[in-house]
């Protein structure tokens, strides 16, 4: 009698685990009846003047003459080095700002870059397709998009303003500019935390001294006859 042949092992290694998916902590948050508006700025603005196109590449070249010119290093290396200076601001919190003064907050990872934040914002809009702009106030654009969060500036936490830089088509308006699904999400501006005064222990001290004396000082206002009369054995 034959003996059954052992059932065949799959020898394919099990597929890797899925990398937690980052907590955005997403909120949007409604301003308060007196925030200041934004103010209207041209279109002109918000397209790159020559001397910024000029700047812009010249920051490129820059850029390259400062890694071919420093001591040879290796990728991981390179690498290695800026995880470390990250370690400091591994997370970034940002609060976009839109035309109608509500913010948009999300948490971003310091080692995401520029395009992961443009990516993000658009994925909140009514029209995803239309262009639009981020700047840091007061006039800095966020126009590279390879740099990270941490090397332009953004850690570990920065308010960015949203401005439109193509005309809304027919049909389409300028605010809101996120769907219903984020407005639904709307919540007030928590005020500003103001810190309880802590008494220390010199003044408390000092607070019950001046009780004591002021005690005393009533008690040797009070007329000896009636003293001797009260206290009186």
Not at 104 to 117: G, I, N
Not at 136 to 149: G, M, N, V
Not at 210 to 230: D, E, H, I, R, V
Request: glycine share 2%; aromatic share 6%.
């Amino acid at each position: 009698m034959e003996s059954p042949a052992p059932a065949s092992q799959d020898s394919t290694p099990p597929p890797p685990p899925e990398p937690p998916v980052f907590d955005r902590q997403i909120k949007m948050i409604r301003p308060p009846a007196n925030a200041p508006a934004i103010v209207e700025l041209p279109e002109s603005f918000y397209k790159l003047s020559p001397n910024e196109v000029k700047s812009l590449y010249q920051s490129h070249v820059e850029r390259r003459e400062n890694l071919e010119n420093r001591p040879l290093k290796t990728q991981k290396i390179r690498v290695a080095e800026e995880q470390e200076r990250m370690k400091k601001y591994p997370k970034t919190t940002i609060r976009v700002r839109f035309p109608d003064s509500t913010m948009l907050q999300a948490t971003f990872k310091s080692s995401e870059r520029v395009r992961d934040l443009y990516d993000f914002v658009q994925s909140t809009l009514e029209t995803p397709s239309r262009k639009f702009l981020l700047c840091l106030p007061p006039r800095s654009k966020l126009i590279e998009p390879e740099l990270t969060l941490y090397k332009a500036g953004l850690a570990p936490a920065s308010n960015v303003t949203f401005v439109w830089i193509e005309k809304a088509a027919p049909g389409q308006r300028d605010v809101p500019a996120v769907t219903q699904s984020y407005l639904s999400m709307m919540e007030d501006l928590p005020p500003p935390s103001v810190p309880s005064p802590v008494s220390s222990p010199g003044t408390a001290s000092t607070a019950s001294n001046s009780s004591a004396s002021a005690s005393t000082k009533k008690a040797g206002s009070m007329p000896k006859w009636l003293q001797k009369g009260l206290f009186k054995k």
